[in-house]
């Protein structure tokens, strides 16, 4: 992991084996707290989605607020006679082979909601995909599922990427006999073409590492199991380690404290700002969901309905 920095060094990162990676459960996956109900310990706190309304032919026509914090925000989209629903929920720090796994947990729940449900499902294998990435950046690993329900007369599709600190997630269906067999696939590969290159999730909390900043005498070593990763010059000892509770920057190294705070956490947190900073533009065309993570213990069984768009909304439960 190569930090951007103006600096000659590098990041020696800790498998980030988070506590609060996201496995999928129940068609939305489920971010497990790091610390009782603050969701993945407090790591998000506020975050923004700023998603376009039109993405090739598609339209978003709703929003919706999942009960649970843990599992986000879904947006329908609408083509003809297909329709499409965007799930984007916390997934904390994703490596790719996480993602994989939890691709593979989403196809899992998929056939035991079905199997639950007395639907006959009839699921494909997950495929390898990449999509373009945004600004130009490199290509995003993802996953992408065909399926149908015979009975029903569906066809279906999920994909799933990381963008973040979060997992985003589509689910299309449309009546078969109007799809040839990897027509839906290759649409909903596409509209998260479109998502990829486009959408915008920006999110404030302890993910925000110069909040969490301590000069000390003597930095943990390294390779101790409670660090996340550090930091060194070439030849040099270590000047920074990020662990749970922070980053600690060696006090040589104070004048520097908060660039190395600002890069650690680009690079283990991307998408994390300073909460100040946190306000996006939000461009015609396009619609901003503001969520605001609390104790969900006091606001358990409270749902922002399914329907129209609605003005500018804030999510506090």
């Given at each position: 992991?190569?930090p951007?920095?103006?600096?000659?060094a590098?990041?020696?990162?800790?498998?980030l084996?988070?506590?609060?990676?996201?496995?999928?459960?129940?068609?939305?996956?489920?971010?497990?707290a790091?610390e009782?109900?603050?969701?993945?310990?407090?790591?998000?706190?506020?975050?923004?989605?700023?998603?376009?309304?039109?993405?090739?032919?598609?339209r978003a026509v709703g929003?919706?607020?999942?009960?649970?914090?843990?599992?986000?925000?879904?947006?329908?989209?609408?083509?003809?006679?297909?329709?499409?629903?965007?799930?984007?929920?916390?997934?904390?720090?994703?490596?790719e082979?996480?993602?994989?796994?939890?691709?593979?947990?989403?196809?899992g729940?998929?056939?035991?909601?079905a199997?639950?449900?007395?639907?006959?499902a009839?699921?494909?294998?997950?495929?390898?995909?990449?999509?373009?990435?945004?600004?130009?950046?490199?290509?995003?690993?993802?996953w992408?599922?065909e399926?149908e329900?015979?009975?029903?007369?569906?066809?279906?599709?999920?994909?799933?990427?990381?963008?973040?600190?979060?997992?985003?997630?589509?689910?299309?269906?449309?009546?078969?006999?109007?799809?040839?067999r990897?027509?839906?696939?290759?649409?909903v590969?596409?509209?998260?073409?479109g998502?990829?290159?486009?959408?915008?999730?920006?999110?404030?909390?302890?993910?925000?590492?110069?909040?969490r900043?301590?000069?000390?005498?003597?930095?943990?070593?390294?390779?101790a199991p409670?660090v996340l990763?550090?930091y060194?010059?070439?030849?040099?000892?270590?000047?920074?380690?990020?662990?749970?509770?922070?980053?600690?920057?060696?006090?040589?190294?104070?004048?520097?404290?908060?660039?190395?705070?600002?890069?650690?956490?680009?690079?283990?947190?991307?998408?994390?700002?300073a909460?100040?900073?946190?306000?996006?533009?939000?461009?015609?065309?396009?619609?901003?969901?503001?969520?605001?993570?609390?104790?969900?213990?006091a606001?358990?069984?409270?749902?922002?309905?399914?329907?129209?768009?609605?003005?500018?909304?804030?999510?506090?439960?």
């Amino acid at each position: 992991m190569r930090p951007r920095s103006r600096w000659r060094a590098w990041i020696a990162a800790a498998a980030l084996g988070w506590s609060g990676s996201a496995l999928a459960a129940g068609g939305a996956a489920q971010a497990q707290a790091a610390e009782g109900p603050r969701l993945l310990g407090g790591l998000l706190q506020q975050t923004r989605v700023v998603y376009p309304l039109k993405v090739g032919k598609w339209r978003a026509v709703g929003e919706q607020r999942m009960q649970e914090q843990a599992h986000g925000v879904s947006v329908r989209y609408v083509h003809g006679d297909a329709w499409l629903d965007l799930y984007i929920y916390p997934g904390g720090p994703m490596r790719e082979a996480n993602l994989a796994r939890v691709a593979q947990a989403e196809r899992g729940n998929i056939g035991q909601a079905a199997a639950q449900g007395g639907r006959d499902a009839r699921l494909g294998e997950l495929q390898s995909v990449h999509l373009p990435g945004q600004g130009g950046g490199p290509p995003v690993p993802a996953w992408v599922l065909e399926l149908e329900y015979p009975g029903e007369g569906l066809g279906s599709a999920m994909l799933l990427f990381a963008r973040n600190l979060h997992l985003v997630k589509a689910r299309a269906s449309a009546p078969r006999q109007h799809l040839q067999r990897g027509e839906l696939p290759r649409e909903v590969q596409a509209f998260m073409g479109g998502i990829s290159r486009q959408l915008r999730i920006t999110s404030t909390g302890d993910c925000w590492l110069p909040r969490r900043l301590r000069v000390v005498d003597t930095l943990p070593d390294p390779q101790a199991p409670q660090v996340l990763a550090s930091y060194s010059d070439p030849e040099a000892a270590p000047s920074a380690v990020v662990t749970l509770g922070g980053i600690e920057v060696a006090r040589a190294e104070a004048g520097r404290a908060e660039a190395l705070a600002r890069m650690m956490g680009d690079a283990l947190y991307p998408g994390c700002v300073a909460p100040e900073e946190i306000e996006p533009l939000v461009p015609e065309g396009w619609r901003e969901i503001r969520i605001e993570y609390r104790d969900t213990s006091a606001r358990r069984g409270r749902q922002a309905p399914a329907g129209r768009l609605r003005a500018r909304w804030r999510s506090t439960g």
